[in-house]
C-alpha cells in the first residue's frame, strides 16, 4: 500500500508542478535558481506551489488566470513548498515579516518583498477573488505588460 501512495502523491506532484509551467511560470528549484530571480531588477510573482487541495482548486487556477491582465509582472516563478525545500526556504528569508504560507504569492519589486497572499487568504475563498487581490497589487506595482 506505501508503494501505490508513493506513486500516487508523485503523480499529484508532477500535475502540480505542469499546471504552474503551463500557466507561464519557471520553476525554480535550488536556492541559487531562487537568489537569481527574486533579487533581480524589476517585479517578480512568487507562487508557493503546494499539493493541498487549496493550491490545486483555487490558487494554481488564481496564478493562471491573474496574469491575463493589463498590467503584470516582469517575471513569474514558483517554488514547491515540501518538495524543493532548499529553494523554498531561500524564497520565505526574502518575505520579510510572513511567516511560511503554502499556497501563497508574494509580489517583489527590485528583490525587495511589495505584498504577500497567504493561505489564509486563498484557502475558503473562489479563484476569482484571489485574482482580484493579485490585479490589484499589479495594478499598484507593475507596468503595462
Do not use: W
Not at 535558481?33 to 490545486?56: H, I, K, P, Q, R
Not at 520565505?92 to 511560511?100: Q, S
Request: charged fraction near 25%; include cysteine.
Amino acid at each position: 500500500m506505501n508503494m501505490d501512495f508513493n506513486l500516487f502523491m508523485n503523480d499529484v506532484v508532477r500535475q502540480a508542478r505542469s499546471e504552474i509551467v503551463a500557466a507561464g511560470y519557471t520553476e525554480l528549484t535550488t536556492p541559487e535558481d531562487v537568489e537569481g530571480a527574486l533579487t533581480s531588477e524589476g517585479t517578480t510573482l512568487v507562487m508557493v506551489n503546494s499539493v493541498c487541495g487549496c493550491a490545486g482548486g483555487i490558487a494554481r487556477p488564481a496564478a493562471a488566470h491573474a496574469v491575463h491582465y493589463d498590467k503584470r509582472p516582469t517575471r513569474l516563478v514558483t517554488v514547491f513548498a515540501g518538495q524543493d525545500k532548499e529553494a523554498t526556504a531561500r524564497a520565505r528569508e526574502l518575505f520579510v515579516g510572513y511567516p511560511p504560507s503554502s499556497p501563497s504569492f508574494a509580489l517583489l519589486k527590485d528583490g525587495k518583498l511589495i505584498t504577500m497572499v497567504e493561505r489564509h487568504e486563498i484557502e475558503g475563498h473562489d479563484p476569482m477573488s484571489v485574482v482580484s487581490k493579485l490585479q490589484h497589487a499589479f495594478d499598484e506595482n507593475c507596468e503595462e505588460y
